[in-house]
């Protein structure tokens, strides 16, 4: 589910309780999503939508937690992606924790191309450990707008470590969104017709996966008592059936996803926004 659990599309995408906490609702935006697999509750992701005078910034934190008879996992994945007006995308960092080990992927911009780096650490010391925690603990919160913590508790997380570091480049114009920023595009190109096919960003994965998209026009949504009006989207590949996304996206708020629905290798899932 990992590049879906994004959104980690859009990772992202998407583990709040709606009635999003705001410094300024036009600024910054807290939501908090529940996620399913097979129908089964196996984690929450928390959303926080930053905007800036000179861009935007999405922080993703998702947990998922879920066993079986022979297997069990525990994974927290933090990914934060920065962005500049006509830029876009200028930075991105992600650090996951699965038991003792630990993945940290980050994303600079240079003039013409990316440059896209991975390091596996097997086994984390409990400073770090700690580290994690606190950092977890400021994106996950319910606090107000702190962007400038987040960032930089993020990107020193792990800089002390030596060892292999696996990196790629690759052109600005290779792709048109990333999937957490998905919401952010389709508002952008409002009153446009949007492209068949988008080349998406999986900042976590770092790879570029090349989707058809569908635009089903407007829908009203519930969400416990809350009536939403959402832009139904579908995207397809040629490894998945469509997954299905249902965005907010009117022109006086922070856009983000209200619910996705899917199927990936570990069968189908779901991401929704919690009721307040």
Same mark, same amino acid.
């Given at each position: 589910?990992?590049?879906?659990?994004?959104?980690?599309?859009?990772?992202?995408?998407?583990?709040? #309780?709606?009635?999003?906490?705001?410094?300024?609702?036009?600024?910054?935006?807290?939501?908090? &999503?529940?996620? $399913?697999?097979?129908?089964?509750?196996?984690?929450?992701?928390?959303?926080? $939508?930053?905007?800036?005078?000179?861009?935007?910034?999405?922080?993703?934190?998702?947990?998922?937690?879920?066993?079986? !008879?022979?297997?069990?996992?525990?994974?927290?994945?933090?990914?934060?992606?920065?962005?500049?007006?006509?830029?876009?995308?200028?930075?991105?960092?992600?650090?996951?924790?699965?038991?003792?080990?630990?993945? !940290?992927?980050?994303?600079?911009? &240079?003039?013409?191309?990316?440059?896209?780096?991975?390091?596996?650490?097997?086994?984390?010391?409990?400073?770090?450990?700690?580290?994690?925690?606190?950092?977890?603990?400021?994106?996950?919160?319910?606090?107000?707008?702190?962007?400038?913590?987040?960032?930089?508790?993020?990107?020193?997380?792990?800089? +002390?470590?030596?060892?292999?570091?696996?990196?790629?480049?690759?052109?600005?114009?290779?792709? +048109?969104?990333?999937?957490?920023?998905?919401?952010?595009?389709?508002?952008?190109?409002?009153?446009?017709?949007?492209?068949?096919? $988008?080349? %998406? $960003? +999986?900042?976590?994965?770092?790879? %570029?996966?090349?989707?058809? %998209?569908?635009?089903?026009?407007?829908?009203?949504?519930?969400?416990?008592?809350?009536?939403?009006?959402?832009?139904?989207?579908?995207?397809?590949?040629?490894?998945?059936?469509?997954?299905?996304? !249902?965005?907010?996206?009117?022109?006086?708020?922070?856009?983000?996803?209200?619910?996705?629905?899917?199927? +990936?290798?570990?069968?189908? #899932?779901?991401?929704?926004?919690?009721?307040?």
């Amino acid at each position: 589910m990992t590049k879906y659990i994004f959104f980690t599309f859009y990772v992202t995408m998407v583990t709040l #309780f709606f009635n999003p906490v705001t410094a300024d609702e036009s600024d910054f935006v807290v939501l908090n &999503y529940e996620i $399913l697999s097979e129908g089964k509750d196996v984690g929450d992701m928390t959303l926080k $939508l930053f905007q800036q005078k000179s861009g935007h910034v999405i922080v993703s934190h998702t947990h998922i937690k879920a066993s079986g !008879w022979w297997w069990s996992i525990n994974i927290t994945t933090i990914l934060s992606e920065q962005f500049q007006h006509k830029a876009g995308l200028i930075k991105a960092d992600g650090k996951t924790l699965d038991e003792n080990t630990a993945y !940290w992927t980050k994303i600079n911009a &240079y003039d013409d191309e990316y440059r896209a780096d991975f390091m596996e650490i097997n086994k984390t010391t409990t400073q770090e450990n700690e580290q994690f925690s606190g950092l977890s603990f400021a994106v996950a919160g319910r606090v107000s707008s702190n962007t400038e913590e987040i960032l930089s508790l993020s990107e020193a997380l792990f800089t +002390d470590r030596k060892g292999q570091i696996h990196g790629v480049t690759f052109p600005k114009n290779s792709f +048109d969104t990333t999937f957490n920023d998905l919401a952010f595009f389709i508002q952008k190109n409002a009153g446009k017709p949007l492209p068949k096919k $988008l080349n %998406i $960003l +999986d900042t976590e994965n770092l790879e %570029i996966i090349q989707m058809s %998209i569908s635009d089903l026009g407007l829908e009203t949504m519930l969400i416990g008592v809350e009536k939403i009006q959402v832009r139904h989207l579908t995207l397809s590949d040629e490894k998945f059936p469509s997954s299905h996304i !249902w965005i907010k996206e009117d022109l006086s708020s922070l856009p983000y996803f209200v619910r996705h629905t899917g199927e +990936d290798e570990d069968g189908k #899932f779901e991401i929704i926004l919690k009721p307040n």
